[in-house]
């Protein structure tokens, strides 16, 4: 089995006036260590499907493993212990608290974990120099740029180590050169750290990285497995 594993799937949005099946008996296994992409127009249920896969929302039927674990047999404590131990997020919206300085948002997680605060403090700043914003430590959210806060976030899902890392849009507010920065950051965790990525996106330089490549349509989910050169050289 997959690192991140679905079996049929489903999850409508349902209101008086309209239901909206966006997944539909979907199945989709990622291996570990992936560094995957979900493509899908928009509005096509990409977010949705990730959110379902952090435990932030349940499937209306079906199952879904993370490392071993079918999720939904964890209670509402012991599914915020397993995200913060085994997921790092990243919102197409940030989701960063405005009154806390980028080195204290970038820290909080560490805060269910029982870190100390002189600690947690030296260990988000780190995560911030790997994004390239140590200048930028003190500030609140409100004095940074669109792509500084994105940056801020990817650092905050960075900080407790996580082993799959979702990310919704990562690049959307990037400025190329920064966008490669964060990509090669994101590829290094992958190849040296074994990290997994699964992002949403609509940005070719993400697809580009990708290994694997989940489409989302009609409800199902399809993975095409992008050879290495490696592999294409032994076809050759
Ligand atoms: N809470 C909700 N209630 C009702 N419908 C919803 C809800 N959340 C999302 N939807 C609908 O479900 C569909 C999938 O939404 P989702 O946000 O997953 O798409 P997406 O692929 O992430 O789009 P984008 O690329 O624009 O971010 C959309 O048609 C959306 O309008
Ligand atoms: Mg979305």
């Known amino acids: 089995m997959g690192q991140i594993s ?16 966006v997944l539909d008996q979907a199945d989709l296994e990622i291996p570990d260590s ?12 990409k977010s949705t499907l990730l959110n379902m896969i952090g435990a932030l929302d349940r499937p209306d039927g079906g199952t879904i493993t993370i490392a071993g674990t079918d999720i939904a047999t964890l ?52 995560k911030l120099a790997l994004v390239g914003l140590s200048d930028h430590a003190n500030k609140l959210p409100g004095k940074l740029s669109g792509g500084q806060r994105q940056r801020v976030a990817i650092a905050r899902a960075l900080v407790c180590n996580p082993r799959i890392i979702l990310a919704d849009e990562p690049t959307a507010n990037l400025d190329r050169k920064t966008a490669q920065g964060v990509l090669d950051l994101m590829s290094d965790l992958n190849a040296h750290h074994g990290v997994s ?29 992008v050879p290495t050169l490696n592999e294409v050289a032994r076809h050759a």
């Open 197 to 225: 990525f699964l992002c949403a996106t609509h940005d070719n330089l993400v697809v580009e990285h990708a290994r694997q490549i989940i489409s989302l349509s009609e409800g199902k989910l399809h993975m095409q497995v």
């Open 75 to 126: 209670n509402e404590k012991q599914l915020a212990k397993f995200r913060n131990e085994t997921i790092g997020f990243v919102f197409q919206s940030f989701h960063l608290l405005p009154v806390l300085t980028a080195a204290e948002n970038v820290a909080w997680p560490l805060y269910f974990q029982g870190v100390k605060r002189r600690e947690r403090m030296e260990i988000a700043r780190e």
């Open 6 to 21: 679905l079996r049929s799937v489903c999850r409508t949005y349902a209101s008086e006036a309209f239901s909206l099946t």
């Open 34 to 45: 992936a560094f995957a992409v979900i493509c899908g127009p928009s509005g096509s249920g």
